[in-house]
């Protein structure tokens, strides 16, 4: 029987640490990426660090609901996901979702901002899916005690 109660407590821990990881890597990567096109960045510029605190808000809110998602669909397909540990698990679904949504469907933005944006969002995605697939297998035992 599938532990849900589980699954979403620790997806949304796992989520929300993927959420403000994430959201870091991102406004760090798209503030090199304005700088290289000459565009002003920093938090000294008042629209560009309320810009920054709405993305974190956002990714952190995103990443609790994904982690929602992701811990309920983790606790439901548990006994059939590859790996002999939940971290392995964790790790093989969250690469599972990374190809859909990072590499599959993200494949839309290199059109608007560019192969480098595009190579650089692949590689973002994957290191935070890495942890958060580690984080889900890390709360997954951690709440099963």
């Known amino acids: 029987m599938a532990d849900f109660g589980r699954g979403i407590k620790a997806g949304i821990v796992s989520g929300i640490i ?6 870091i890597l991102v406004v760090a990567v798209l503030g090199a990426f304005a700088a290289s096109l000459g565009i002003p960045t920093g938090v000294a510029i008042p629209w560009v660090g309320a ?23 983790y606790a439901a397909i548990y006994g059939s996901l590859p790996g002999a540990t939940s971290i392995k698990k964790g790790i093989v679904l969250s690469l599972v979702f990374w190809l859909i949504f990072t590499v599959a469907l993200g494949y839309g933005s290199m059109a608007i901002y560019g192969a480098t944006y595009y190579g650089a969002s692949i590689a973002i995605g ?15 035992d951690k709440f099963g005690k």
Do not use: K, R
Request: hydrophobic fraction near 70%.
């Open 18 to 23: 993927y959420g403000v990881i994430y959201a």
């Open 126 to 140: 994957l290191i935070c899916s890495l942890i958060w697939g580690t984080l889900m297998g890390v709360f997954w």
């Open 51 to 73: 810009l920054m605190a709405v993305f974190l808000v956002g990714l952190i809110i995103g990443g609790i609901i994904y982690g929602l998602i992701f811990g309920v669909i």
